[in-house]
């Protein structure tokens, strides 16, 4: 009776013992996947933080290139500028003595037989001048505006007075009074005009009774 009490109590044990082992067993389980589950979690959180990081410095260094890129435009921009106009107020003052070298040669008849032979030389050295420096200017893209018989253009052009006339349709540049100058595609000085205007009936009728 007592070794069967015995073998029963030792049974118990046994028991006790596998389900002990086995609950902590399913414990270890549970808590080996709560580990796993939060190292998951964690990983994912890694990774996204560092994935955020790689986007945002690759739109710092998208940014970066973008700037220089535009920056690099700016300056050629600006140098070409530079080189094409930063002369421009030098031109305006140099055009206003050519301007004056070009009135006295206006000046000079044109019957030069009469002159001494001094002044024919000196008046034919001023005409070889004033044709090198035309020439140095168109070599340096500086062109002179003269529109004599041209449509009025108010870009190029400054109507200073008109000219009433049917021999030419309106609006036609019949005089010149100052030639203009263009550098590259900037206007240096607009050409001092003279334009035509039509003449109307009643006033041709006026300027005959005037006549009368």
Request: aromatic share 6%.
């Amino acid at each position: 009776m007592s070794e069967k009490k015995g073998k029963i109590k030792i049974d118990n044990d046994v028991n006790y013992e596998d389900e002990k082992i086995e609950k902590t067993e399913k414990i270890s389980d549970e808590n080996l996947a709560d580990i796993n589950s939060e190292f998951d979690e964690s990983e994912i959180e890694n990774n996204n933080s560092l994935e955020n990081q790689v986007k945002d410095l690759k739109d710092q260094l998208m940014r970066s290139l973008a700037d220089s890129e535009n920056l690099r435009k700016r300056t050629i921009k600006e140098i070409e500028y530079a080189k094409k106009y930063s002369h421009i107020t030098f031109v305006r003052d140099l055009v206003s003595s050519v301007d004056n070298l070009q009135r006295a040669l206006e000046s000079v008849p044109k019957d030069k037989s009469e002159l001494s032979e001094p002044v024919k030389n000196l008046i034919i050295g001023l005409d070889i001048v004033e044709k090198e420096i035309i020439s140095t200017f168109e070599k340096h893209n500086l062109k002179q505006i003269c529109p004599l018989g041209q449509k009025f253009d108010y870009n190029f052009h400054q109507a200073m007075f008109e000219v009433p006339t049917n021999e030419s349709e309106p609006g036609i540049v019949v005089e010149v009074s100052q030639k203009g100058y263009l550098l590259h595609d900037r206007l240096v000085r607009p050409a001092m005009v003279g334009i035509s205007k039509e003449i109307k009936d009643e006033e041709v009728k006026e300027k005959k009774t005037d006549e009368v």
